[in-house]
């Protein structure tokens, strides 16, 4: 555990590496006599960075985020009595030394619209005779699950390194792929990929035709016009 948080907390980036297939369409360009190609399905990887980069995309998932935000977490020990500090209460209220319960709450629920899934690992501790809980949320592209003869482990990628965690210390959400329901999660960013992709090339094509003064990059005369 303390080797994980070493590591946790002595990193701020991890580059995960996601393939993606390049599908094919049989259309040939005149010019360049290439085939056209349509572009990479997005992958998990893709769409995290879809959400840094994409201001629609963002504004959606943030809106839902924020809806998500607002509802009132309690436990009620009678039908008129609400508490607010029971322990469940206060670890969502604070998830660990870093990072407080509304921002790993919100970040859990940024992972599950984005992608799919969110992983949250559970660390126990205990000081002065008195047990502690802290959550950590990770990124989906850090995590690989494994079903075992034992029961199901989550491998969590960190650096060079790999943690291993049993199903008993990893809180593990997700929205069902209808294809796969016993696989890893499908988030409202899969269905949307495509989207993505047409906003953004159309930005770029915007950026750049005005990067160059509006210059377009040929003329087509007709003789004796």
Not at 57 to 72: A, H, I, K, P, S
Request: charged letters at 25%; aromatic letters at 14%; hydrophobic letters at 35%.
């Amino acid at each position: 555990m303390g080797n994980f948080l070493t590591k946790w907390f002595g990193k701020t980036e991890v580059a995960a590496s996601v393939p993606s297939e390049t599908r094919m369409i049989g259309f040939e360009n005149a010019n360049t006599g290439h085939l056209w190609q349509s572009p990479p399905q997005r992958g998990t990887l893709d769409l995290l960075a879809a959400y840094v980069d994409s201001p629609a995309f963002r504004t959606v998932v943030q809106r839902v985020v924020q809806g998500y935000m607002l509802v009132d977490f309690y436990v009620a020990e009678e039908p008129d009595k609400k508490n607010y500090d029971h322990p469940i209460i206060q670890l969502m209220n604070n998830y660990n030394p870093q990072l407080i319960g509304s921002r790993g709450r919100a970040l859990e629920q940024k992972y599950l619209e984005t992608c799919g899934e969110c992983f949250t690992i559970m660390f126990r501790t205990k000081a002065a005779g008195v047990r502690k809980f802290e959550l950590y949320p990770v990124p989906p592209t850090w995590v690989k699950v494994e079903n075992r003869p034992t029961g199901r482990v989550f491998i969590v990628r960190l650096g060079n390194e790999f943690f291993e965690f049993d199903q008993s210390e990893v809180l593990w959400r997700k929205d069902e792929d209808l294809v796969n329901p016993y696989g890893r999660g499908k988030g409202n960013g899969f269905a949307v990929a495509d989207e993505l992709d047409a906003d953004e090339y159309a930005q770029q094509f915007a950026k750049s035709y005005f990067y160059n003064s509006v210059v377009p990059q040929s003329i087509a005369t007709v003789k004796g016009s």
